[in-house]
């Protein structure tokens, strides 16, 4: 799996890699940042002209809805050579886009498959061209592979970029940090065997004097919300009465899961932010992108708590897919509380939006009035 982590770094720069499988070689660039110069050089070194590849959400948002199994992961398209770098990143990621052309829509290959799990990984727009390595380049092909000017890694690994990794954080360090509002907090960081994410376990009180069931939030990171107290949403005032009312609960553990904008990632959720202003609301938005509606799991928050010897918890959460991902783990979830940020001009209609469209438990704020008043975090009141 090395050589994928390394070849994450390679798509990260804009830079081709290569992946194998059983039918062949097959060249992959990201769609992010793609220029005619990038096209070209992808087509020359490769020999054949790309396919686009798109996922399932995608292409959805551009119009197709396949009824066989088609697009089921998404789905590729032959690029011909009145295709430009701009016309394939309007495709790949313009609200305004349209494709009409439901027949050109092929399924994905294997490494087409990869090649999205790799740009997911990575954090860019899942999108990205893939070129089938033609015979007559094998040479030149295995000349920069020797050479380290090209990044040579299986498909299936490459595709397995985004499995799980259960069982296999590392638990790196750890310090005393007094919270403002929480007294005794120690923070404890975990990594991503990759390396490339990490996580923060806060935890508050005297382990020992912990609530049987443990209050626990799963705080998803949002650098705009959570650090310069952006209006847009309630992520920084619900970090804060997490600890909070954490502490109020006698102690417990926040969690402060790296999942930036659900888990695509910052870059992209300031992309979708565009688009809201255009009218879009926070789902559709992602989904122009590429994106379902929640890009995250929560294996690394069920690993966490497993190694600090926690089982049993009192969530504190409006999100149902959270309180079903601690359930379906074998945490038992003893009660769930709310937690709420202000409703504000700003954060009504994203509010609104997760609510009705998924499912988040906000009735305390949004009732049927939607009253203005600032909801703050109680335990008492929210049992
Ligand atoms: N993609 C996207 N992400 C957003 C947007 N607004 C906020 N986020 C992200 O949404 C996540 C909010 O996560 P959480 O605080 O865990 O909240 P939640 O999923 O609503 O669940 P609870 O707060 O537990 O009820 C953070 O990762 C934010 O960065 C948006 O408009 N688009
Ligand atoms: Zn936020």
Redesign the pocket.
């Known amino acids: 799996m090395r050589q994928v982590e390394r070849a994450i770094f390679d798509i990260r720069r804009g830079l081709p890699v290569l992946l194998r499988d059983d039918s062949g070689d097959t060249l992959v660039h990201p769609i992010e940042g793609v220029g005619d110069e990038q096209l070209q050089q992808l087509t020359r070194t490769a020999g054949s002209a790309p396919a686009l590849v798109l996922t399932a959400h995608r292409l959805a948002a551009l119009g197709h809805h396949f009824d066989d199994d088609r697009g089921q992961r998404g789905g590729r398209v032959a690029i011909d050579h009145l295709k430009n770098s701009d016309t394939l990143t309007l495709l790949a990621a313009s609200r305004h886009a349209r494709d009409a052309d439901h027949e050109a829509w092929q399924s994905l290959t294997m490494a087409d498959e990869a090649a999205l799990a790799m740009m997911r990984r990575a954090l860019l727009i899942p999108a990205a061209l893939t070129a089938r390595v033609d015979p007559a380049q094998h040479e030149r092909i295995e000349q920069l592979v020797t050479e380290g000017e090209l990044l040579a890694v299986t498909a299936a690994n490459a595709r397995a970029c985004q499995d799980s990794t259960a069982g296999l954080l590392g638990r790196i360090s750890e310090a005393e940090i007094p919270l403002a509002g929480a007294g005794h907090t120690r923070f404890i960081l975990f990594r991503e065997p990759d390396g490339l994410r990490e996580h923060v376990a806060v935890l508050i009180g005297e382990p020992e004097q912990w609530h049987e069931a443990v209050p626990v939030r ?5 650098l705009t ?1 959570d650090l310069f107290g952006s209006l ?2 309630d ?1 920084g005032e ?1 970090l804060r009465n997490g600890v909070a009312s954490i502490q109020a609960m006698g102690g417990g553990v926040l969690l402060y899961l790296a ?4 888990g ?1 990632g910052l870059a ?2 300031l992309r ?2 565009a688009m ?1 202003d255009e009218g879009l609301d ?1 789902i559709d ?2 989904q122009v992108l590429g994106f379902g509606e929640d890009e995250r799991h929560y294996t690394m928050a069920l690993d966490i708590l497993i190694e600090l010897g926690i089982r049993r918890i009192q969530l504190l ?3 149902p897919a ?1 309180l079903a991902a601690m359930n379906q783990s074998g945490i038992e979830v003893a009660n769930r509380h709310g ?1 709420y940020g202000s409703l504000t001009d700003q954060n009504r209609r ?1 509010l609104n939006a ?1 609510a009705s469209r998924a499912g ?1 438990l906000l009735d305390d704020i949004l009732d049927e009035h939607e009253r203005d008043a600032t909801t703050v975090f109680s335990p008492a009141a929210s049992k």
């Open positions: 799963l705080h998803s990171a949002c919300g847009r949403c992520c619900q999942q930036e904008g659900r695509i992209n959720k979708a932010y809201q926070t938005a992602d959460t409006n999100n959270k937690i994203y997760k988040h």
